[in-house]
């Protein structure tokens, strides 16, 4: 099995939230992320900043699943 780890954050917000509103706040972090001042302290704190909509933190987050799920059940963990 070949696993990578990495660490990252996003934003997520309740499935009951109005697409348009989800977008919104995406577009508005977007710009945010985009900042050159932003960027900077990112890259000073070692980290890489990534700028991704909705659609591709989606499918993130699907990955991230479909790559740890089997590692999760392979070693007995129940929660």
């Known amino acids: 099995m070949n696993i990578v780890a990495t660490a990252w954050n996003a934003f997520f917000a ?4 109005p697409l348009g509103k989800v977008d919104r706040i995406s577009n508005a972090i977007q710009e945010v992320m985009k900042d050159p001042d932003t960027q900077k302290r990112f890259t000073d704190a070692n980290l890489v900043p990534v700028v991704s909509n909705r659609a591709q933190t989606e499918a993130m987050v699907q990955a991230f699943r479909e790559q740890w799920t089997p590692v999760i059940q ?6």
């Open 74 to 79: 392979n070693s007995g963990y129940k929660p």
């Open 14 to 17: 309740p499935k009951s939230m």
